[in-house]
């Protein structure tokens, strides 16, 4: 059997990954590389029907072997200088966990 974590998620990581830092929740900040998305931009339409804004949605995707302990949500990422806030963690039963991010305020 394969082993899915070390063959195929590292190859990603190493192939995609970015330098991050992963904060736990009143821990200190840890470096990890992870695949950082951002590319999707959604517009928020207010009462009028019109934009009223437009809103990202990153995510950080990481190996759950390289993680301390399981995330949870107001853990931090750091990515190029900028803070975020992990809004859910995904675990996708293989190995990767996917984090949906906020830029913190």
Do not use: H, N
């Not at 900040?29 to 934009?51: E, H, L």
């Not at 990515?79 to 992990?86: E, N």
């Not at 995904?90 to 305020?105: E, H, Q, S, Y």
Request: hydrophobic content about 40%; glycine content about 12%.
């Amino acid at each position: 059997m394969i082993d899915f974590d070390a063959e195929v998620l590292a190859a990603c990581q190493q192939e995609f990954g970015r330098q991050g830092f992963y904060q736990a929740a009143g821990g200190e900040a840890m470096p990890i590389v992870g695949i950082f998305t951002d590319g999707y931009k959604s517009p928020i339409i207010g009462g009028d029907g019109m934009p009223a804004w437009t809103t990202s949605a990153p995510t950080f995707c990481v190996r759950a072997s390289d993680l301390r302990s399981s995330p949870t949500k107001s853990d931090r990422v750091i990515i190029d200088g900028k803070q975020y806030v992990v809004m859910d963690a995904r675990p996708d039963g293989v190995g990767w966990i996917v984090l949906p991010l906020k830029v913190a305020a």
